[in-house]
C-alpha cells in the first residue's frame, strides 16, 4: 500500500493504517477485511458464519465505509453475500454502524466492529433496519451456497480484493454441518420395519411371484380363508366392569346371611314381647295388692 499517498498527520489515515497493520500481523480464522488500494477509508471483508448455529460454514462478503472523522464516527457496513439475516447491499443497523452513533466507542476498531457482527448473526432481527427473518433451513442453504464462489461486487480492483478474501477464509473455514442423522435406535427401528415387511406375515416379492405362477393354490388358499371366517364364531368383546371406589365399598349379601337376619329379627321380636308381657303381669300384681287382692292372687300363683 503506497502510503506517500496519504496524509499521514491525520489522525483517521495514521488510525486506519495502523490497523492494516494489525489486521495483517495478527489474522483471525473468523475473519478477514482489507482497505482498497485506491481508497482505504473502503474495506472488503468478510465473515465465517458463528459456530453452533444455521450460518456455521458460511462465508458472508461485505463493505465497510469509514468516514472522514474516523475513529470518532462509526462506520457503515453493507452484506454483499446472500445470508438470511440482513439484506444485501443494503446499510445495515446496528449499534456498532452509523445508525447508532450514541453507540460508538473511539477504542473500537474494524476487528472489533466484525467481532461484534458476527455475534449479531443469529440473534432476532426485531424488524431492524436491513434485517431479514429466513427459516435456519433456508439459512443454512444460503451458507452452503456462499462457500461456492465470491460475489461480483464493484471495479475489477475490488472484485480482487473479494476473490482473495474468499480464498482466505476458504482455506480457513470448516465445511458446513450436515444436517443431524436419526439416531441409532430409531434406524433400528427402521431396519426393523423393513424386516417385518419380508416376514412370512408380509410375503416378498418372490412369493407373489410364486402365487402367480400357481392361480389354483392362491385361488384355493382363499376359499379356505372365507371358510375359516364364515365358520368361525364372532368372539364378544370384553365387558370393562367398573371399579369401585375405595372411599364406597361394595357389600355382598349372601342368601345365608339375609336368613340369619330375618331369624334374628324375629327372636328380637319375641323377646321384646315377652318383656312387655312380664312388665304387665307386674304392674297388674301390684295393682291387685293395692286394693287388697293380692292375697288371693299370691294364694294361686
Not at 2 to 22: C, F, G, M, S, T
Request: proline share 10%; charged share 25%; glycine share 4%.
Amino acid at each position: 500500500m503506497a502510503e506517500d499517498k496519504y496524509n499521514l498527520k491525520n489522525p483517521a489515515v495514521k488510525r486506519i493504517l495502523q490497523e492494516v497493520k494489525e489486521m495483517q500481523s495478527n489474522p483471525s480464522d473468523d475473519f478477514m477485511s482489507l482497505p482498497l488500494e485506491e481508497n482505504i477509508f473502503e474495506w472488503q471483508f468478510a465473515i465465517r458464519g458463528p459456530r453452533d448455529s444455521e450460518f456455521e460454514g458460511g462465508i458472508y462478503h461485505g463493505r465497510i465505509q469509514l468516514p472522514a472523522e474516523y475513529p470518532f464516527k462509526p462506520p457503515s457496513f453493507m452484506l454483499l453475500t446472500p445470508n438470511g439475516r440482513f439484506e444485501t447491499q443494503t446499510k445495515i443497523c446496528l449499534s456498532i454502524s452509523n445508525h447508532h452513533p450514541e453507540h460508538w466507542q473511539p477504542s473500537w476498531s474494524v476487528r472489533t466492529a466484525l467481532v461484534a457482527l458476527i455475534a449479531f448473526m443469529p440473534t432476532n432481527p426485531n424488524g431492524a433496519l436491513g434485517s431479514l427473518d429466513y427459516t435456519k433451513e433456508e439459512r443454512r442453504a444460503l451458507a452452503i451456497k456462499s462457500r461456492e464462489t465470491a460475489p461480483r461486487y464493484g471495479t475489477p480492483e475490488r472484485q480482487k480484493l473479494i476473490d482473495e478474501i474468499h480464498e482466505y477464509m476458504l482455506s480457513k473455514a470448516p465445511p458446513v454441518p450436515q444436517a443431524t442423522s436419526l439416531p441409532a435406535h430409531e434406524e433400528q427401528n427402521i431396519n426393523g420395519e423393513d424386516e417385518v415387511q419380508e416376514s412370512p406375515e408380509n410375503p416378498s416379492a418372490e412369493t407373489a411371484e410364486e402365487r402367480l405362477h400357481n392361480p389354483s393354490d392362491a385361488n384355493t388358499n382363499i376359499e379356505e380363508r372365507r371358510e375359516l371366517a364364515l365358520d368361525a364364531e364372532p368372539v364378544p368383546a370384553p365387558i370393562e366392569l367398573p371399579t369401585a371406589r375405595p372411599s364406597e365399598p361394595r357389600v355382598l349379601h349372601t342368601p345365608q346371611q339375609s336368613v340369619s337376619r330375618q331369624a334374628d329379627d324375629r327372636i328380637f321380636t319375641w323377646a321384646a314381647v315377652g318383656l312387655t308381657i312380664a312388665i304387665l303381669v307386674l304392674l297388674l300384681k301390684k295393682f291387685m295388692k293395692a286394693n287388697g287382692h293380692g292375697a288371693v292372687f299370691m294364694d294361686e300363683s
